[in-house]
T-cell receptor, first 114, second 114 residues
Framework: DTEVTQTPKHLVMGMTNKKSLKCEQHMGHRAMYWYKQKAKKPPELMFV???????INESVPSRFSPECPNSSLLNLHLHALQPEDSALYLC?????????????FGPGTRLTVL | AQSVTQLGSHVSVSEGALVLLRCNYSSSVPPYLFWYVQYPNQGLQLLLKYTSAATLVKGINGFEAEFKKSETSFHLTKPSAHMSDAAEYFCAVSVRGGGNKLTFGTGTQLKVEL
């Protein structure tokens, strides 16, 4: 199984809502990533988890809260988002978090904040 | 810090013609270089990667890229374009000590015409 799955595919939320994005992989990878991609732009790294520990936070606002409950699962908890947070959120995984390791991407969650 | 520049945000070729997508990198240490493809409303798929082995790298779907240190380039080519190649292409770089953080170029939209 060389797939990264993400749920939901689409999410619409108000600025006062709390929601979560879920990402799962069963490749035995020990590094997982969250990226944000605005329309017509490249992905921007948000967080990196290595062996279930947060290793990189790219100065992401606290309204985004990542969680890695186990080596296969990565969540992104959302609270009090702004309309400018509307984007495609991509999850990725790699064998380990070392340079040169191929990152496998999921299909993304399309988030709209009203 | 490392960076990637992709010349040409839009490239248009005829079906059967050569595809050439340009990527130049900047890095003070040896880089790892990647080409990813993104189809509409999908995640990213790895086409190929350079990790300091052979300078000519062959990837999936008939694509290849050549690492040229003297020119700091990693251009992507395919001898004969197919309609199914129409997509967004991203060049990306990572370096040791960076936690496998990928820094992406701004992307090139490839259009294939009959």
């Amino acid at each position: 199984d060389t797939e990264v799955t993400q749920t939901p595919k689409h999410l619409v939320m108000g600025m006062t809502n709390k929601k979560s994005l879920k990402c799962e992989q069963h490749m035995g990878h020990r590094a997982m990533y969250w990226y944000k991609q605005k329309a017509k732009k490249p992905p921007e790294l948000m967080f990196v988890y290595s062996y279930e520990k947060l290793s990189i936070n790219e100065s992401v606002p606290s309204r985004f809260s990542p969680e890695c409950p186990n080596s296969s699962l990565l969540n992104l908890h959302l609270h009090a988002l702004q309309p400018e947070d509307s984007a495609l959120y991509l999850c990725a995984s790699s064998q380990v978090a070392g340079a040169g390791n191929e990152q496998f991407f999921g299909p993304g969650t399309r988030l709209t904040v009203l | 810090a490392q960076s990637v520049t992709q010349l040409g945000s839009h490239v248009s070729v005829s079906e059967g013609a050569l595809v050439l997508l340009r990527c130049n990198y900047s890095s003070s240490v040896p880089p790892y270089l990647f080409w990813y493809v993104q189809y509409p409303n999908q995640g990213l798929q790895l086409l190929l990667k350079y990790t300091s082995a052979a300078t000519l790298v062959k990837g999936i779907n008939g694509f290849e890229a050549e690492f040229k240190k003297s020119e700091t380039s990693f251009h992507l080519t395919k001898p004969s374009a197919h309609m199914s190649d129409a997509a967004e292409y991203f060049c990306a770089v990572s370096v040791r000590g960076g936690g496998n953080k990928l820094t992406f170029g701004t992307g090139t939209q490839l259009k294939v015409e009959l």
